[in-house]
């Protein structure tokens, strides 16, 4: 019998997940227009650029549906620090553990890429309380409050986790 999880995959991006990717961006209602226009920019950037090494994106899928997206890349200048820039999962497939399933792979490919410091920024309108709680449950520490980072009243979190010990 298949496990539960059998239909479930993560593997690379490819060119077919745009447009799904776009679909699921915008039917999240957590971004802004300006906001999906970048996360379609990296996403671009990573499709049409393979030499470049800066982003990596992880994509969920359940059967032949897109179900979600995390890119991630190391931070210039820094020895094993990387950030999550984004993750999605598309409403149809939330609290399916797709979320999970993409950090924890996320994290792995930065072990492998000796990552040791993860940085995750988000906001902290009420809006994004599961965003918060997400990454707590996950083992995430808020390392820094600017306020009013985006706009008055909207504040800028950023959560770390360290995936190996400081030297």
Same mark, same amino acid.
């Given at each position: 019998m298949p496990s539960p999880d059998a239909n479930n995959t /993560?593997?690379? =991006?490819?060119?077919? @997940?745009?447009e799904p990717l776009e679909l699921l961006?915008?039917?999240?209602?957590a971004f802004t227009p300006e906001e999906v226009d970048c996360a379609l920019e990296l996403l671009d950037l990573v499709l &049409?650029?393979? +030499?470049?090494?800066?982003?990596h994106v992880i994509v969920s899928t359940r059967g032949e549906a897109?179900?979600?997206?995390? /890119? %991630? *890349?190391?931070?210039? =200048?820094? /020895?094993?620090? #990387?950030?999550?820039?984004?993750?999605?999962t598309s409403p149809s %497939?939330? &609290?399916? *553990?797709?979320?999970?399933? /993409?950090?924890?792979?996320?994290?792995e490919a930065m072990r492998d890429m000796g990552g040791r410091l993860v940085c995750i920024e988000t906001s902290s309108q009420e809006s994004y309380v599961a965003t918060q709680a997400f990454y707590t449950a996950l083992g995430y520490e808020?390392? +820094?409050?600017?306020? @009013? #980072?985006?706009?008055?009243?909207? @504040?800028r979190l950023t959560y770390v986790k360290r995936l190996t010990d400081p030297l």
């Open positions: /993560l593997r690379d =991006l490819v060119a077919a @997940d745009r961006l915008r039917e999240t209602g &049409n650029d393979p +030499s470049q090494k800066d982003y897109v179900a979600g997206y995390v /890119l %991630f *890349g190391p931070v210039p =200048l820094t /020895l094993g620090t #990387f950030d999550v820039y984004w993750i999605a %497939f939330q &609290n399916q *553990g797709h979320g999970r399933r /993409l950090m924890v792979r996320c994290e808020i390392a +820094s409050r600017i306020r @009013d #980072f985006y706009k008055p009243g909207d @504040d």
